[in-house]
């Protein structure tokens, strides 16, 4: 609370009151600027304050400065006080008076920023002001008068405290960000160590953002967030802390609080925020936690190795099938591999979500011009820092989480994007096994075709022949679909899964893939190049054309172009690059972004 003027009847007067002061009248010379004009036009005013008599003496435009009625309001330092609002952390009567300085004759400077409390009871606004000036000492050494200028700073201090407000608080949440909330944990953990009590921290993620982005819209999503962010709030006590960790993230520091503690009180919060749908723009939506606690200063004295912890915790939570709330252990950090797989389905999540998806196109050759024929699009993760995850770490990992038909239905609209914006591309998309067997997928590449079936021609889909023969009957029912719509089929990986010539002659392929790791020592092993000279004739009687993947060198280039192979795709002719979509591909092999 901002400390206000004495009182009259509170202050002793031990001098006569000087005599009324004339006003401030600031004068310019003969045909020089108006010094009112521009102390208005600034929002600027003087004043002189007589400490002793607590009489203030205005310029003569501080009624326009102020916007207030009459001079009468601020006649006195009281008056003038009273109009200080609460939530000011400094006036001008405590910086005077608080000034542990001595005037030696030339007068102590002040300053002070405060807000005014201006209008009428139903029109009443603040207006910020900074105060500066100096004060002078009377015979008892202490303030006996003071003159300063005052300006108005109403636009600049709230810009300042956007600034400060941004820095500490979410946008949309209105709850404190992630690095205000580890600045609480910090200070926590350095309270004075006879005062030091126990706290813990709850993360809490939201289940399926991705989904609720991709059913109802971003606005939408944000809509929920805000929501569970407006529950969970209702649901802290007083001295507690809530702030947005990260997108759908939110971090709880429970002041005070043991790890059984913690526990009831995670489970309040996951009963709370599922109790009843979140109410949204485009209706009802349910919502559901997944809750990682630690337990401070038992599980880390550092506030990043606390929400390291907790992330451990809170990626087991989100792993397992039916435990919605784990308390961190280390026992947790050795069980690396399950750890490393929940980091990277939710790091997958969030390059879905962040748009960090992207393909990589690497050339197939024509055998026989060495030209490229068409690309394969591959997947590949941007992490936030610029790096980049290969195939290899996605995709088991998302078969597992259930997630590896949401990248197929991505890496599907950046390759129609990238068909759309280069009409001379042609290029091949792999598709899972989740995707092909999926009885609704059809429908959907049905409808996605139809927004542009000028494409129809330039795409080919790959599916695996494990696949092919895991659920022979889905397979020939979603490749006739493909299909009917002008789309080639190609088998990937042919070889691998040993399918039988009755399989393969059921399921209408356009193209087989051979399957590299035959390919890739072709000319030092004798039983692959038997092998590859097999699947050559067997796909030849069946007049398709394959292409051989994992092309290295020259000589099994030569191999290959010998035994009539129609189509090559290795690094002997180019490395997959990263394509930016809608940039020129001059065909898909050379447009790639190193």
Request: hydrophobic share 45%.
């Amino acid at each position: 609370m901002v400390q206000r003027p004495p009182r009259a009847d509170a202050q002793a007067v031990v001098q006569p009151a000087l005599p009324a002061q004339a006003p401030y009248t600031p004068t310019a010379p003969a045909g020089g600027p108006d010094p009112r004009a521009i102390l208005d036009s600034i929002g600027e005013t003087v004043y002189d304050w007589d400490v002793v008599s607590d009489r203030l003496t205005w310029g003569p435009n501080a009624l326009t400065v102020l916007g207030v009625g009459t001079l009468d309001q601020i006649s006195s330092g009281r008056s003038y006080g009273e109009l200080i609002t609460s939530d000011s952390v400094a006036s001008r009567y405590a910086a005077i008076t608080g000034s542990a300085a001595t005037d030696s004759g030339t007068g102590v400077p002040y300053r002070a920023r405060y807000g005014l409390a201006l209008g009428g009871a139903r029109a009443k606004q603040t207006v910020w002001i900074e105060d500066t000036g100096r004060w002078f000492a009377g015979a008892d050494g202490k303030a006996a008068r003071a003159h300063g200028l005052i300006r108005v700073i109403t636009s600049h201090y709230e810009a300042e405290r956007e600034l400060e407000f941004r820095s500490r608080f979410d946008a949309l949440t209105n709850c404190y960000n992630r690095a205000h909330i580890l600045d609480i944990v910090t200070r926590h953990l350095s309270r004075t160590p006879g005062k030091q009590t126990h706290f813990c921290i709850l993360l809490a993620s939201l289940e399926n953002l991705f989904v609720l982005n991709r059913t109802y819209g971003y606005d939408v999503a944000d809509e929920v967030i805000a929501g569970v962010a407006k529950r969970l709030r209702g649901t802290m006590r007083a001295p507690d802390s809530l702030g947005r960790y990260a997108g759908a993230k939110f971090a709880l520091v429970l002041d005070n609080c043991d790890r059984d503690q913690m526990m009831i009180a995670a489970q309040r919060f996951l009963n709370e925020t599922s109790r009843e749908p979140i109410e949204t723009s485009a209706g009802p939506i349910p919502v559901a936690l997944r809750i990682g606690g630690v337990a401070a200063p038992r599980d880390g004295r550092t506030a990043n190795l606390l929400a390291q912890h907790a992330e451990e915790a809170l990626d087991v939570a989100r792993a397992s099938g039916a435990t919605r709330l784990v308390a961190y252990e280390p026992s947790l950090a050795r069980n690396d591999n399950r750890v490393q797989a929940a980091r990277m389905a939710d790091e997958i999540v969030s390059a879905l979500n962040d748009g960090r998806v992207a393909l990589a196109l690497q050339p197939i050759i024509d055998s026989k011009t060495r030209r490229p024929a068409f690309s394969e699009a591959l997947i590949r993760l941007r992490q936030p820092d610029g790096s980049i995850v290969s195939p290899g770490a996605i995709l088991p990992i998302a078969e597992k989480a259930g997630l590896v038909h949401l990248l197929d239905q991505r890496v599907l609209e950046l390759a129609f994007a990238r068909l759309q914006g280069d009409p001379g591309l042609t290029l091949s998309v792999n598709v899972s096994s989740a995707t092909v067997h999926d009885p609704d997928w059809p429908e959907r590449f049905k409808a996605m075709i139809g927004q542009a079936p000028a494409i129809a021609a330039r795409l080919i889909v790959e599916i695996t022949e494990s696949c092919a023969i895991a659920d022979v009957e889905a397979t020939h029912a979603a490749m006739s679909c493909v299909r009917s719509l002008g789309v080639r089929v190609a088998m990937d990986d042919f070889g691998a899964g040993h399918t039988s010539f009755r399989n393969l002659r059921r399921l209408p392929f356009d193209l087989i893939k051979m399957d590299g790791a035959f390919v890739q020592n072709l000319a030092r092993s004798p039983d692959d190049r038997f092998f590859v000279r097999t699947l050559i004739d067997l796909a030849r009687h069946m007049s398709l054309p394959v292409v051989a993947e994992w092309v290295e060198d020259a000589e099994t280039a030569k191999l290959l172009t010998e035994w009539g192979v129609e189509y090559m795709q290795g690094v002997h002719f180019a490395d997959a690059r990263i394509v930016e979509t809608g940039a020129g591909a001059g065909g898909g092999a050379e447009a790639a972004a190193a």
